[in-house]
């Protein structure tokens, strides 16, 4: 009995040292970036323009290139957090593309596995916008927009 109440102990004490150090992290570790192909004429996006262009209400730059939307797979933290930041959650950003899918207003964005290939499409793709955690953006992106928690 001694010697469960010990490795209860040790677990409990353990598992407190690794909330702490989470909890200690820092905050901007966590933050969302908006990046853009380094060619984008716009520096600086709003909340209510990036909503715009993940719902296909603006489908153009300002100087006319062609916006492509870039998502990520379903399942992913950093995905929910970035619609939860929209206004939105997954299901709604879903069920808007369906809607202009099915009126030919346009189509749902790619849905890329990871945010490395978010990286490698925005950097190959002229009018390419997308987000990723902070501590994955690359020198060469345009950076829109921080998103922090």
């Known amino acids: ?10 677990t409990t004490t353990m598992l407190a040292a690794e909330r702490q150090g989470q909890a200690a992290a820092d905050p901007a570790d966590s933050a969302i970036v908006v990046i853009a192909h380094r060619s984008a004429p716009d520096t600086v996006l709003d909340k209510n323009a990036l909503l715009d262009f993940y719902t296909g209400d603006i489908t153009a730059w300002s100087d006319g290139t062609r916006v492509v939307v870039l998502d990520l797979d379903d399942h992913q933290d950093l995905r929910d957090r970035f619609f939860d930041y929209l206004g939105k959650t997954s299901s709604r950003m879903r069920s808007i593309w369906l809607k202009n899918m099915l009126s030919g207003e346009g189509r749902p964005p790619d849905a890329l596995r990871d945010e490395e290939e978010v990286v490698r499409r925005v950097l190959a793709t002229p009018g390419a916008i997308g987000f990723i955690s902070k501590a994955k953006v690359p020198e060469n992106v345009k950076v829109l927009l921080t ?3």
């Open 1 to 10: 009995m001694r010697r469960l109440l010990t490795i209860l102990l040790i």
């Open 147 to 149: 998103i922090s928690e």
